[in-house]
């Protein structure tokens, strides 16, 4: 075992680093004074812990279970009440079992009334909304002795448009469908609607719809004709939007969260998603850097792209927009069809590069990594498209071309950018993803100094916003995190688990090849083997490439048959969702699972009594993005491994294993199948990161 004194020298040299790279970022000691309101400052404390007193409103709450006073949630709710009254910022760690969303949810009601202006809750998964919304929310509505309202804040395009709706099953059915399977779809989309009150959102209906369908009938900003539209008073899009204007309370998820910003760094004010808010709460929030990355750069795939064209005109199958008999049609039709005859030759070179390299994606180094075949060409179709559309009397016809021509000078922007590489301190790579025949090309770019990011737009600006996640601090410190993400203007809280730590029996390895040896794969299914008969199923079994998953699930799947405990694998028939209803329903089976099976998942009970990982998370160094960071740290005069594998490793790896204790009675084991935790110097200090289980090594 590595020496507790090696352990401190990695944690120290991690948090003078973190603390190096974010010397741009302030805390506490920036917190304007004059943003703060003094009889706010003492009563929205003051009101928040009375809340959880043992014999406040919520011991006397009707719940299923005895009411149990939890310091650390109190703890955290007069933080947030603090951060909230006095304008600042608060970032918190909030282990599983604190109960954050009512430690941030309570105080944020409060404030929310009190300023007349909605608090958005942005959160990762769906999970956490429906718990939020179906669970929490209404029981603060009983026992809080507040009047607020809530609402859940979903894109633009999870709405039926009925407007486009009608135009699909009407008279310009073949404009939108040219296969009878998809127009009998729609239609009974809208037979539906008109017998069943609903929110019109794509998962209030009880069946499967398909994609391309939804595609044509699904609200879209740039189709909206908002009150000139003859079906504006019924419209579920706006409707849900009259809810979000009149709530106090709007739950979101991040993409939302981050198209609104996007929008909001463009300066397009009129068109955002979100209304004014007077505080902000990320909760999930450890995947705010990678989705920040994600939504805030650039992005272009091969199936949308063909998909506007498609929706233009589709010589394939004699469908489109741009259907009807007139000489400007028909150029317009040429026009597109040249273009995707250009976009084939096109990602068919981008293809090339990728199978010249030998790998699925590939960082971009220089402009022009292709000719640019499209720009000038969409160019054209751009010109034309809008003098088309000056000839044009039908007002939903000319909505929808001109919804088409902003995609299109869209597109023509995004091809010039990427292939120019335009846009200062962002990371552009290519990319194939998808199997077989469903196999596409994307072009993206991210931004690499996202901390700089959102510390401009997010943690320096009039509203506090509140950080929260069960998994933030990386040797006990929240410095690597706060450095990730440009955090300051604000205080930190890093709370004790209220679970007993020996209620987990930590496994490691030790007669197990290590991950880099030719004979790790081969051995590891008999040691996943081994550790599923502990618990007879039970388990979860995180892998952190979905090819070492496929090769032990192929390789195992005759002994779970011996054994009669049921596989499920990611990536097979079964959804996500479907797959973990599965898993509780069955309570002896088991989930081999990937990087949505570490994170945002709860299964409380027997049911998972045991998780197995196969190796530890540490990010994947050929990724262009992550490349592209440690060059960055390595400038700075940092290591790369030490300043960014290390901790993000740490911070998956305590995501992943905290999916198994989710009450004070559950009870499982921690299988850890990576002996370097034993052989490599910075085996300690992950170890040490972990709640200090009994460990057991075998």
């Not at 999970?127 to 029981?139: R, S, T, V």
């Not at 809530?150 to 135009?167: D, P, S, T």
């Not at 993000?648 to 559950?666: F, H, M, P, Y």
């Amino acid at each position: 075992m590595i020496k507790p004194v090696e352990n401190e020298d990695i944690a120290s040299a991690l948090q003078a680093a973190s603390v190096e790279y974010a010397e741009v970022f302030d805390d506490e000691e920036n917190i304007p004074e004059e943003t703060r309101n003094p009889e706010l400052h003492r009563a929205l404390p003051e009101t928040t812990a009375a809340f959880f007193l043992p014999d406040g409103p919520l011991s006397k709450a009707d719940t299923s279970r005895i009411y149990e006073y939890r310091p650390q949630q109190v703890q955290m709710a007069e933080a947030a009440a603090r951060a909230l009254a006095d304008n600042h910022n608060l970032c918190v760690e909030a282990p599983t079992g604190v109960g954050k969303s009512f430690a941030y949810l309570v105080p944020a009601i409060y404030f929310a009334v009190k300023e007349s202006r909605p608090a958005v809750i942005s959160t990762e998964t769906i999970n956490l909304q429906e718990q939020l919304l179906e669970k929490d929310i209404p029981l603060l509505r009983k026992v809080l002795g507040v009047e607020f309202k809530a609402a859940l804040a979903k894109g633009r395009n999870n709405y039926v448009c009925l407007r486009r709706l009608h135009m699909a099953t009407g008279e310009r059915q073949a404009e939108f469908f040219p296969l009878e399977s998809a127009l009998a779809e729609a239609k009974r989309i809208l037979r539906w609607l008109e017998d069943h009150p609903g929110d019109g959102s794509k998962t209030d209906f009880p069946f499967n719809i398909d994609n391309s369908v939804w595609l044509n009938s699904c609200c879209e900003g740039g189709n909206c004709r908002g009150p000139k539209c003859s079906f504006f008073r019924s419209c579920y899009y706006w409707r849900a939007r009259r809810s979000w204007d009149q709530a106090d309370i709007i739950i979101s998820n991040h993409a939302l969260f981050f198209a609104d910003l996007k929008m909001k760094m463009a300066g397009d004010i009129e068109n955002t998603l979100i209304p004014p808010y007077s505080a902000l709460i990320v909760d999930e929030a450890h995947t705010l850097e990678d989705n920040a990355a994600e939504h805030l750069g650039l992005r272009v795939t091969q199936t949308g792209f063909h998909y506007f064209l498609r929706r233009l005109f589709s010589p394939k199958h004699g469908s489109g927009l741009l259907l009807k008999s007139g000489k400007e049609a028909m150029a317009l039709r040429e026009t597109v069809a040249e273009i995707e005859q250009l976009s084939f030759s096109f990602f068919s070179m981008i293809e090339q590069i990728l199978l010249e390299k030998e790998d699925d994606i590939v960082r971009t180094m220089r402009p022009q990594v292709v000719p640019d075949l499209l720009s000038d060409k969409l160019g054209v179709l751009k010109r034309q498209l809008d003098q088309y559309i000056k000839l044009q009397e039908d007002e939903d016809f000319k909505t929808e071309l001109q919804n088409l021509l902003n995609q299109c000078d869209s597109y023509m922007e995004t091809f010039f950018q990427f292939l120019n590489m335009t846009i200062p301190d962002h990371v552009y790579w290519i990319e194939k993803s998808g199997a077989d025949e469903r196999e596409y090309i994307t072009l993206q770019a991210a931004p690499l100094n996202v901390s700089v990011l959102l510390y401009q737009t997010l943690f320096s600006k009039e509203f506090p916003v509140i950080l929260t996640s069960a998994t933030l601090s990386v040797g006990k410190t929240l410095d690597y995190y706060r450095s990730r993400v440009g955090y300051g203007n604000g205080s930190e809280l890093v709370l004790d688990s209220p679970y007993d730590p020996r209620q987990v029996k930590l496994h490691v390895a030790r007669q197990i090849p290590d991950p880099a040896e030719d004979d790790f794969a081969s051995r590891l299914p008999e040691h996943i083997e081994k550790y599923i008969k502990v618990t007879q199923g039970k388990a979860f079994v995180l892998f952190t490439s979905y090819q070492l998953l496929k090769y032990c699930a192929d390789r195992m799947r005759g002994w779970f048959r011996d054994e009669d405990i049921t596989l499920l694998v990611q990536g097979e028939e079964l959804s996500r969702t479907a797959m973990l209803k599965k898993f509780k329903d069955d309570i002896d089976s088991v989930i081999f699972g990937t990087t949505s099976f570490w994170t945002g998942v709860d299964v409380p009970g027997e049911a998972l009594s045991n998780v197995i990982v196969t190796k530890l998370p540490f990010p994947v160094p050929s990724h262009p993005l992550i490349e592209a960071r440690n060059e960055k740290i390595r400038e700075l005069g940092g290591n790369p491994f030490m300043h960014y594998s290390l901790p993000e490793a740490v911070l998956k790896l305590r995501q992943g294993v905290g999916r198994l204790i989710r009450s004070k009675t559950d009870q499982g084991i921690i299988v850890l199948l990576d002996k370097r935790v034993l052989t490599k110097r910075y085996g300690g200090f992950i170890l040490d990161s972990l709640p200090p289980y009994p460990m057991q090594v075998d």
